[in-house]
């Protein structure tokens, strides 16, 4: 295992709920990464995050990861998610919060 790959596997299996995204929590530098964090900050979500953007390696190292081409990438309990889209979509129809339950993570109530 590369060490890009170790890097990637420690954070999917050693945090509940981590995100691979453009930028941070606090300033995300891409809309779809922007969309993630507001939905897993609405949903009150404890998250971890890397920022793609400082590493190259990183970057192409997460698309291999996962064989999937474009980021954000949510991962909870070690399961890959999705992307914005799916996230969105999942978030949307109430199967993100169940989804994010399931796996025993806290979420907000919804208003």
């Not at 922007?34 to 890397?50: E, F, P, T």
């Not at 909870?76 to 999942?90: C, H, L, Q, S, T």
Request: charged share 20%; glycine share 10%.
């Amino acid at each position: 295992m590369t060490d890009i790959n170790a890097f990637i596997d420690d954070k999917v299996k050693n945090n509940d709920v981590f995100l691979f995204m453009k930028g941070t929590p606090d300033f995300p530098q891409c809309g779809f990464s922007g969309q993630v964090v507001q939905i897993l900050n609405y949903l009150g979500v404890d998250y971890d995050s890397a920022n793609v953007l400082e590493s190259a390696e990183l970057r192409d190292g997460i698309k291999a990861y996962t064989n999937w081409p474009t980021i954000p990438q949510l991962y909870v309990k070690g399961e890959f998610v999705g992307g914005a889209d799916i996230v969105r979509e999942m978030f949307q129809a109430g199967e993100l919060q169940t989804h994010l339950e399931s796996a025993g993570i806290a979420v907000k109530q919804s208003a």
